[in-house]
């Protein structure tokens, strides 16, 4: 049986002069949630972060457990 743990979405936003993006995590989202909910919450930090900062990418990580039914072990 396939089991929903979790799912998280990272805002990563660009810095100037950086290499690096600046992340930020958000644990425990509604599952499968709409590309343009996602867009949204990304832009919406962008409009938080200093006016420098641009929306670089968000990005949705899923986690599954994996369980065998108990009707399913044999022995």
Do not use: R
């Amino acid at each position: 049986m396939k089991n929903l743990e979790k799912t998280k979405l990272t805002v990563e936003l660009s810095q100037p002069g950086e290499d690096k993006t600046l992340k930020k995590n958000f644990n425990d989202v509604v599952s499968e949630p709409s590309e343009s909910a996602v867009l949204a919450l990304g832009e919406t930090m962008a409009n938080l972060a200093p006016e420098e900062n641009e929306l670089a990418l968000v990005t949705e990580t899923v986690e599954y457990s994996h369980v065998q039914d108990a009707e399913e072990i044999t022995e």
